[in-house]
């Protein structure tokens, strides 16, 4: 649980700090932007990442409220939705984390099997560049458009949640995250 507080901490806790402690900034010079950076996890979900797409999540819900509210101060609230990038290590820092947790022996296999695909991540990664002009271009856009995503499975996976039904959806991260070769495995 100190682990899990942690990252609520620093992902949830930290941004509503942030946003406090500016809100009355933008309030006194009649208005800004805020930014906040987030995860394509915080619309989509992967397996044995709950507790950090339970904090983008969050990020995200709270980003959306506040546009509603702030916008009464001439304040926007905007979200940058990178993907997956080689510079965070994100999978290999995932699977060195994973060493140090039990994990009960009946679970073990799916989560091997888990494991090794997200070292096989079927995307090309985003770049700091995709990333930084997504920020840019949020920063700078008067308009009441709430997200921007960046990188090819942040793109994706952003078509497949707000155009496809929750049935296609689910069946496509399915696929996309080897899940249905576990299903098929064991015969699910």
């Known amino acids: 649980m100190d682990a899990i507080r942690g990252v609520f ?33 915080g619309f989509a979900s992967n397996p ?27 304040i926007a ?11 965070t290590s994100f999978a290999s820092n995932t699977m060195s984390a994973s060493r140090d947790m039990s994990v009960p022996e ?22 700091e560049n995709q990333v930084a002009e997504q920020i840019y271009a949020a920063a700078s856009d008067k308009s009441d458009r709430l997200r921007y995503v960046a990188g090819p499975d942040a793109e994706e996976t952003a078509r497949l949640r707000w155009t496809a039904s929750e049935n296609t959806y689910m069946a496509a991260m399915r696929q996309l995250l080897g899940q249905t070769a576990w299903r098929s495995k064991q015969g699910i």
């Open 106 to 127: 009946s679970y073990r296999p799916y989560f091997d099997h888990m494991m090794q695909s997200m070292m096989n991540y079927p995307f090309a990664y985003a770049d």
């Open 77 to 87: 609230v905007k979200l940058v939705e990178p993907g997956a990038m080689r510079t």
């Open 48 to 74: 044995l990442l709950a507790v950090y797409v339970a904090t983008k999540h969050a990020v995200e819900g709270l980003s959306e409220s506040l546009t509603y509210e702030l916008e009464s101060q001439n």
């Open 9 to 41: 901490e620093t992902n949830v806790f930290g941004t509503m700090n942030v946003i406090q402690a500016i809100t009355p900034y933008f309030r006194g010079q009649g208005g800004g932007s805020i930014v906040n950076v987030t995860s394509n996890m």
